[in-house]
C-alpha cells in the first residue's frame, strides 16, 4: 500500500506519494490505529528515511511533488507522537544541506545526514557526497548543520545504519544516471575521526537502489532494491565484527516478495519491513509486510506472524536459521 515511507520504532508508517494516512503499530498487542495525518502536501512526502530523537520522529530529508521533478522542503518537519501531533515549521534547512532520498541515523545526540539528491530522477538533477551532522533547535539553542567528510561516492535512494558505533552505507544509485547506476561497494563513517572508509574485504553481490537495510547485532542485513530492470529479493548479510559478507549460499536467502523503498524497523533482534514498491519504480505498491530474524532454530519473533520461504543455513555452519516471514497488518491496511 505504501511506496517510499519512513517508519520508525515503535512501528509509525509515515507518508508516501499522494498523502497517505499515518499508521501506527503496537507488535506486542498485534494493535493498529491510525494516527493525525501530516498536513497535505502537493505530491505527498516521501524519499525519506525518519529517525526517533529526543522523543519526536524527525524527517529532514525528503521530498514533495510528483515524478521525475520532486521538490525538496524548506523546514524540519516532525511528528510527537504523545501528543498525535505534527510540527510542519521545524528548523529552517540551509540550502547547502537541504536534499531527499538520503541515509538519516542518529548517533551522540546528532542526526548525521548522507548523501541524497536535489531535483529528483534524472540527468537534471544532482546526486550528492554530502555528509551533514545536524543538531536540533533547543530552548536558548539554535540549530546546527555542520559539513563533514564527503561519502567516498554518491549515493541516493540510500538509508543508513549504525553498527558496531559506525555509520554504514550499502546499496543506494547515482539517480541523476539513472535506475542503473547501482554501487557495489560498502562504505564505512567513523563518527569519532570524521573519515570513511571503503570496506576492502566486503561488497554486494548484487548492487540495488533503495534496499532494505537493517542493523541487528554486529550483522547488516541487505535485502530488496531495485535495478536492472527488476526487484531483487536477494538478502546479503555483512558481519561488521570482520567485515566479511557472511551471506548463506545454499539455499539462499530471499525475501517473499522483492520490494524497494522500504526502511526496516529492528524489534527484539528482527527486522520489520512494512509496503514498498514491487516493481521498478513506483508499482504495484505492496501491502503485505515480512519479518527477518537470524539465530538459532529461530523463525519469527511472534506467533501471528509465520515463517515461509527462503531459509538458509548460516556461514560456517551450524544450527543458526535465517528466515524472512510473512506477515499481514491487518488491522491496519485494508
Given at each position: 500500500?505504501?511506496?517510499?515511507?519512513?517508519?520508525?520504532?515503535?512501528?509509525?508508517?509515515?507518508?508516501?506519494?499522494?498523502?497517505?494516512?499515518?499508521?501506527?503499530?503496537?507488535?506486542?498487542?498485534?494493535?493498529?490505529?491510525?494516527?493525525?495525518?501530516?498536513?497535505?502536501?502537493?505530491?505527498?512526502?516521501?524519499?525519506?528515511?525518519?529517525?526517533?530523537?529526543?522523543?519526536?520522529?524527525?524527517?529532514?530529508?525528503?521530498?514533495?511533488?510528483?515524478?521525475?521533478?520532486?521538490?525538496?522542503?524548506?523546514?524540519?518537519?516532525?511528528?510527537?507522537?504523545?501528543?498525535?501531533?505534527?510540527?510542519?515549521?521545524?528548523?529552517?534547512?540551509?540550502?547547502?544541506?537541504?536534499?531527499?532520498?538520503?541515509?538519516?541515523?542518529?548517533?551522540?545526540?546528532?542526526?548525521?545526514?548522507?548523501?541524497?539528491?536535489?531535483?529528483?530522477?534524472?540527468?537534471?538533477?544532482?546526486?550528492?557526497?554530502?555528509?551533514?551532522?545536524?543538531?536540533?533547535?533547543?530552548?536558548?539553542?539554535?540549530?546546527?548543520?555542520?559539513?563533514?567528510?564527503?561519502?567516498?561516492?554518491?549515493?541516493?535512494?540510500?538509508?543508513?545504519?549504525?553498527?558496531?558505533?559506525?555509520?554504514?552505507?550499502?546499496?543506494?544509485?547515482?539517480?541523476?544516471?539513472?535506475?542503473?547506476?547501482?554501487?557495489?561497494?560498502?562504505?564505512?563513517?567513523?563518527?569519532?575521526?570524521?573519515?570513511?572508509r571503503t570496506l576492502p574485504g566486503a561488497a554486494l553481490a548484487?548492487?540495488?537502489?533503495?534496499?532494505?537495510?537493517?542493523?541487528?547485532?554486529?550483522?547488516?542485513?541487505?535485502?530488496?532494491?531495485?535495478?536492472?530492470?527488476?526487484?531483487?529479493?536477494?538478502?546479503?548479510?555483512?558481519?561488521?565484527?570482520?567485515?566479511?559478507?557472511?551471506?548463506?549460499?545454499?539455499?539462499?536467502?530471499?525475501?517473499?516478495?522483492?520490494?524497494?523503498?522500504?526502511?526496516?524497523?529492528?524489534?527484539?533482534?528482527?527486522?520489520?519491513?512494512?509496503?514498498?514498491?514491487?516493481?521498478?519504480?513506483?508499482?504495484?505498491?505492496?501491502?503485505?509486510?515480512?519479518?527477518?530474524?537470524?539465530?538459532?532454530?529461530?523463525?519469527?519473533?511472534?506467533?501471528?506472524?509465520?515463517?515461509?520461504?527462503?531459509?538458509?543455513?548460516?556461514?560456517?555452519?551450524?544450527?543458526?536459521?535465517?528466515?524472512?516471514?510473512?506477515?499481514?497488518?491487518?488491522?491496519?491496511?485494508?
Amino acid at each position: 500500500m505504501r511506496h517510499v515511507a519512513g517508519g520508525t520504532s515503535t512501528f509509525y508508517l509515515i507518508g508516501g506519494r499522494r498523502n497517505r494516512p499515518t499508521l501506527a503499530y503496537t507488535p506486542s498487542t498485534g494493535a493498529g490505529a491510525t494516527v493525525a495525518p501530516h498536513p497535505r502536501l502537493s505530491g505527498g512526502l516521501h524519499h525519506m528515511q525518519c529517525v526517533s530523537y529526543g522523543g519526536l520522529i524527525y524527517i529532514v530529508a525528503a521530498w514533495t511533488g510528483g515524478y521525475p521533478r520532486e521538490q525538496l522542503l524548506p523546514r524540519v518537519i516532525t511528528y510527537d507522537p504523545a501528543a498525535d501531533a505534527w510540527d510542519m515549521n521545524g528548523d529552517v534547512i540551509p540550502d547547502a544541506h537541504n536534499r531527499g532520498g538520503a541515509a538519516v541515523v542518529v548517533h551522540d545526540g546528532a542526526l548525521y545526514i548522507a548523501g541524497g539528491n536535489v531535483g529528483g530522477h534524472g540527468g537534471h538533477s544532482r546526486s550528492s557526497t554530502l555528509l551533514t551532522r545536524y543538531v536540533p533547535s533547543a530552548a536558548g539553542r539554535p540549530a546546527s548543520w555542520t559539513a563533514l567528510s564527503r561519502l567516498p561516492r554518491v549515493r541516493d535512494h540510500v538509508y543508513g545504519v549504525v553498527s558496531r558505533g559506525r555509520l554504514v552505507l550499502a546499496g543506494g544509485r547515482d539517480g541523476a544516471r539513472g535506475f542503473d547506476a547501482v554501487p557495489t561497494a560498502i562504505d564505512v563513517y567513523d563518527f569519532g575521526r570524521d573519515a570513511w572508509r571503503t570496506l576492502p574485504g566486503a561488497a554486494l553481490a548484487v548492487g540495488r537502489g533503495a534496499p532494505v537495510v537493517a542493523a541487528i547485532g554486529d550483522t547488516v542485513v541487505v535485502a530488496g532494491g531495485e535495478g536492472n530492470r527488476r526487484v531483487w529479493p536477494a538478502t546479503e548479510i555483512l558481519d561488521m565484527a570482520t567485515e566479511r559478507m557472511v551471506t548463506p549460499a545454499n539455499p539462499p536467502v530471499e525475501m517473499r516478495r522483492g520490494r524497494h523503498a522500504s526502511p526496516a524497523v529492528v524489534c527484539a533482534g528482527a527486522a520489520y519491513v512494512a509496503a514498498g514498491s514491487g516493481r521498478q519504480g513506483g508499482r504495484p505498491e505492496l501491502t503485505p509486510g515480512e519479518v527477518f530474524s537470524s539465530g538459532p532454530r529461530r523463525r519469527c519473533v511472534w506467533a501471528p506472524w509465520g515463517g515461509g520461504a527462503g531459509t538458509g543455513a548460516a556461514a560456517g555452519g551450524g544450527a543458526a536459521e535465517i528466515t524472512w516471514g510473512l506477515f499481514l497488518f491487518t488491522s491496519v491496511f485494508c
